[in-house]
């Protein structure tokens, strides 16, 4: 089974399946082929993070998080004025090294049975014979036009000046191009040799900074994974670089504390799990980071005893501003998220991104792929707001070869007697967090079904701005009312778009994909 924001990148794993692969062969292949058909945020310009659990008990994490070029600088976004300039959301200087190939090929090398060849097939295929735009594609394509034509993506996206429409036939030979150069040469087809030398001149010639040095110099990275309890069952979380693993376990073991969870959709249920996120996203904004850079606190920010000193701080009534939230627990981050399970029972939560949608929106016609905008993702200036109103600091200020914090959330969640139950995670920038973490507690706490855990309304929290986000139509008025007389901000905003798959006893799998999305669960 694959959950996948797009159709054609689900069948890509399921054909890979079907031809004896495991979960990370296909996991791989479906990252490599959403790359070539859900360009928006699939990619092999940016990066990403694999949480994996083999049927044998084994688990695994691999970090392949873009990192900061070496000519980066803390205030290279900050204009001579000191003002924050876009320059960190798009462009050409917008982009983190790309980890995607290099984290793709590790987890292949390590996990799984297939050789590259197999498992790029499906995507060398789309690209090279072409795949047909389906309505979503193309919609996307008209509404983020502006993001992309100023930098080159029009000669993929436009014909005459006019997006191409559903229904055309897409065919991308410079990217194939690149794919085969990695099926022959690995890693080194994309950070060594004649696709990169042309990528990175086209790069600089329009004021790009990454280099070759960077390139050879980028590595994925095995991390341990976060192992987190909830009521008897298991997490596995990411750890940093991204805040997704930490920020989730602490939201849960604070909300462990209460015996049972409020009706869901009730003014309590919104206060304690708003106030839960609230909490854990002022110590994501201050504390998390790059941990090859930063001294990360992860063991004290998952202990039980420091969520309960948290959860003692959530009055029964009333919301508690972030400002005075912070001084009480002071002591002396477009993205696509899909869901492996094959027919052994090893699963892989894969989270990738460009960032915002199409990246920094510059497409290199070289190598044909969009580069990311992940460097928005630093605290380009500790204290402002970045593309996602999060408010970091100065433990995510930029620096040369630093990860940039995300949020990216892959999970995998046991049953309480250790077996497989649920493989999840999500788009949405800070909403990973929150819109992830919802579809574990409707399913744990609440029972519901997976596709009805995933169309159930979502909150979001994330401490600064201080307020409480609902999306439309997902909350009813009266309990508004009752959260604004509480002392809540409340707010609207689209939150995440989840993929998961969940085990039924006696059923096998079930996959949905959110009904917020246009992909797809594709099983056999
Ligand atoms: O890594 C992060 O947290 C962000 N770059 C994710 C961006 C994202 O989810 C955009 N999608 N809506």
């Given at each position: 089974m694959v959950a996948s924001d797009s159709p054609l990148g689900a069948a890509a794993g399921v054909e890979i399946m079907k031809k004896g692969g495991n979960a990370v062969d296909a996991a791989v292949a479906v990252g490599f082929a959403n790359a070539v058909v859900y360009p928006e945020a699939g990619n092999i310009g940016g990066g990403g993070y694999m949480v994996i659990h083999m049927a044998d008990g084994r688990d695994a994490a691999i970090d392949y998080r873009e990192v900061a070029p070496l000519a980066a600088s803390r205030n290279m976004y900050v204009d001579a004025n000191g003002k924050l300039t876009n320059k960190s959301i798009v462009g050409p200087t917008a982009s983190g090294v790309p980890g995607a190939v290099a984290g793709m090929v590790e987890a292949l090398a390590k996990y799984g049975t297939m050789s590259l060849a197999d498992v790029l097939a499906p995507a060398i295929r789309y690209a090279e014979e072409g795949f047909i735009l389906d309505s979503a594609f193309a919609r996307s394509i008209v509404s983020n036009r502006k993001n992309y034509e100023p930098y080159n993506g029009g000669a993929l996206f436009l014909r005459d000046g006019t997006p191409i429409p559903a229904g055309t036939l897409l065919k991308q030979p410079a990217l194939a191009a690149t794919l085969r150069a990695i099926v022959a040469q690995g890693r080194d087809g994309f950070y060594k040799g004649a696709i990169a030398e042309k990528w990175t001149n086209e790069l600089h010639s329009r004021g790009g900074i990454i280099t070759m040095e960077d390139l050879a110099r980028y590595k994925p990275v095995w991390r341990d994974v976060i192992k987190s309890s909830y009521r008897g069952y298991s997490l596995l979380t990411m750890p940093p670089s991204s805040s997704g693993g930490v920020t989730i376990t602490e939201t849960l073991n604070i909300l462990e504390g209460y015996p049972q969870l409020p009706p869901f959709g009730s003014t309590q249920w919104a206060h304690l799990l708003g106030s839960a996120y609230q909490r854990a996203f002022i110590d994501r904004n201050e504390k998390l980071a790059d941990p090859a850079f930063v001294n990360v606190p992860i063991a004290q920010l998952t202990d039980k005893t420091y969520a309960a000193r948290l959860r003692a701080t959530i009055g029964s009534d009333h919301a508690t501003p972030t400002s005075l939230v912070t001084k009480a627990i002071r002591e002396g981050n477009e993205t696509t998220h899909y869901s492996v399970v094959d027919s052994k029972g090893n699963a892989v939560a894969t989270t990738t991104t460009l960032n915002e949608l199409y990246g920094s929106g510059v497409y290199l016609s070289s190598a044909g792929f969009f580069l990311n905008?992940?460097?928005?993702?630093?605290?380009?200036?500790?204290g402002t707001p970045n593309m996602f109103g999060l408010v970091q600091g100065e433990a995510n200020a930029i620096q040369p070869g630093k990860r940039m914090l995300s949020a990216m959330s892959p999970t995998i969640v046991l049953d309480r007697d250790g077996s497989l139950l649920l493989v999840v995670g999500s788009r949405g920038g800070p909403r990973i967090i929150t819109s992830t973490s919802q579809v574990i507690l409707n399913v744990l706490d609440y029972h519901m079904t997976l596709a009805d855990a995933m169309s159930a309304p979502r909150l979001h929290h994330q401490a600064l701005p201080d307020s409480v986000y609902f999306e439309t139509d997902g909350i009813r008025p009266e309990v508004a009312d009752s959260l604004r007389a509480m002392g809540y901000g409340v707010n609207r905003k689209a939150i995440g778009q989840v993929n998961a798959i969940m085990r039924v006893k006696g059923r096998g799998y079930e996959g949905v994909n959110d009904p917020r999305s246009s992909g797809r669960a594709v099983g056999y």
């Open positions: 905008d992940e460097m928005d993702d630093f605290a380009a200036q500790p």
